[in-house]
């Protein structure tokens, strides 16, 4: 008897409008309510990913090779993490944590940046930096 590949086996019926599940194994010493808000905050990681991406062309492949490509990603995960550096050192703002959010700086994307930048360089006054800006090399005078 053949068999159809690639199939889906009928766990629970998606369709029926009360998708509902989810199983977490840990060995963090959380109550309940704690694990689950921990859970719900972990995208942060899914929004780096976003943004190597489609700003620093992470899912680019351009050459046929092997070693070429990992050292392209290499050079796009060094660019993504210099810009991150560069904003927690300069324009960005800390905030504090809660219980879903870890991240202890707020960071701009690598698309607003580069029309701050760009619009700052020209003179472009309605492309103004933030207030709490300590980014003393690119301010003219």
Not at 21 to 36: D, Q
Not at 99 to 109: A, C, G, M, N
Request: charged fraction near 25%; charge should be positive.
């Amino acid at each position: 008897m053949r068999r159809q590949k690639n199939f889906q086996l009928d766990l629970f019926d998606p369709a029926d409008g009360h998708y509902e599940y989810s199983a977490v194994v840990t060995n963090k010493t959380l109550s309940g309510p704690m694990l689950w808000a921990f859970m719900c905050g972990r995208g942060a990681h899914e929004k780096a990913y976003a943004e190597l991406k489609s700003g620093f062309a992470f899912d680019c492949v351009p050459t046929m090779k092997y070693a070429a490509n990992s050292l392209w990603q290499l050079i796009s995960v060094m660019a993504f993490n210099l810009v991150r550096g560069f904003q927690a050192l300069t324009i960005a703002e800390r905030r504090g944590s809660t219980r879903k959010r870890r991240s202890v700086y707020r960071f701009e994307s690598i698309h607003t940046l580069r029309y701050l930048y760009l619009h700052r360089g020209r003179g472009d006054r309605a492309a103004q930096w933030p207030p709490h800006s300590r980014c003393w090399f690119l301010s003219r005078g």
